[in-house]
């Protein structure tokens, strides 16, 4: 373990009112870190009882895997960026330190439509049609699969119908996802898709037939 001693700013003191400086009971004489692997916390010396006082700091959950940010290639200097936070896709162009805005009108949500008023839930993996050039975004908390098509500037559903769960098939209605996390694309016109229950699942962009390869 390690114990760390924290100088005080100054000698703690508070002025009664006949002018005289005094320590009242609560007031810190010493401060002291303690740290041993994932466990810390403070230990403050105490004028009257309790003499020690032993302060735990708040512990912050792990980050979901991935982070806020996932990215996705474009050239050596731009990527597209999938912002979880803001519900966002940007462009970004690392020379020049810019950024453009793609999709997502930054609000919470599950609609289709332009570009720029459609909305995102959490949008993470993408991956891109190198023949359509058509981008597709695994929006997770919408449970879905989207097609961005930069050239008419609208963004479809193209797998999934928004309720979590794992059902196949070529009817995109009766089609379900579990927080699909990754999203790739597969010579010549396939999707293939990871779900957060374990499962992978392949996606035919031309039948739109919907099939599972594995379940772990």
């Given at each position: 373990?390690?114990?760390?001693?924290?100088?005080?700013?100054?000698?703690?003191?508070?002025?009664?009112?006949?002018?005289?400086?005094?320590?009242?009971?609560?007031?810190?004489?010493?401060?002291?870190?303690?740290?041993?692997?994932?466990?810390?916390?403070?230990?403050?010396?105490?004028?009257?009882?309790?003499?020690?006082?032993?302060?735990?700091?708040?512990?912050?959950?792990?980050?979901?895997?991935?982070?806020?940010?996932?990215?996705?290639?474009?050239?050596?200097?731009?990527?597209?960026?999938?912002?979880?936070?803001?519900?966002?896709?940007?462009?970004?162009?690392?020379?020049?330190?810019?950024?453009?805005?793609?999709?997502?009108?930054?609000?919470?949500?599950?609609?289709?439509?332009?570009?720029?008023?459609?909305?995102?839930?959490?949008?993470?993996?993408?991956?891109?049609?190198?023949?359509?050039?058509?981008?597709?975004?695994?929006?997770?908390?919408?449970?879905?699969?989207?097609?961005?098509?930069?050239?008419?500037?609208?963004?479809?559903?193209?797998?999934?119908?928004?309720?979590?769960?794992?059902?196949?098939?070529?009817?995109?209605?009766?089609?379900?996802?579990?927080?699909?996390?990754?999203?790739?694309?597969?010579?010549?016109?396939?999707?293939?898709?990871?779900?957060?229950?374990?499962?992978?699942?392949?996606?035919?962009?031309q039948s739109g037939e919907l099939r599972t390869l594995r379940v772990g």
């Open positions: 373990p390690t114990w760390k001693q924290l100088p005080l700013p100054q000698r703690i003191s508070a002025v009664a009112p006949t002018g005289e400086r005094r320590r009242l009971p609560n007031m810190p004489l010493a401060i002291a870190w303690y740290e041993k692997g994932s466990d810390t916390f403070l230990v403050l010396g105490l004028v009257l009882a309790p003499a020690l006082l032993k302060v735990i700091p708040p512990k912050h959950p792990e980050p979901d895997i991935g982070g806020r940010f996932n990215t996705l290639p474009v050239d050596a200097h731009r990527f597209l960026l999938a912002d979880e936070g803001s519900h966002q896709i940007w462009l970004v162009n690392a020379a020049s330190r810019a950024r453009a805005y793609i999709a997502g009108c930054g609000k919470r949500g599950f609609v289709d439509g332009p570009l720029e008023t459609c909305r995102f839930h959490s949008p993470c993996s993408m991956t891109l049609d190198p023949r359509s050039h058509h981008v597709y975004v695994a929006d997770r908390g919408n449970h879905v699969i989207r097609k961005l098509d930069l050239l008419s500037g609208l963004a479809t559903t193209v797998v999934g119908n928004g309720c979590r769960g794992n059902s196949d098939g070529s009817e995109r209605r009766l089609q379900a996802l579990d927080s699909p996390f990754e999203v790739s694309f597969a010579a010549p016109h396939h999707l293939v898709i990871s779900c957060a229950d374990n499962s992978v699942r392949s996606f035919d962009l």
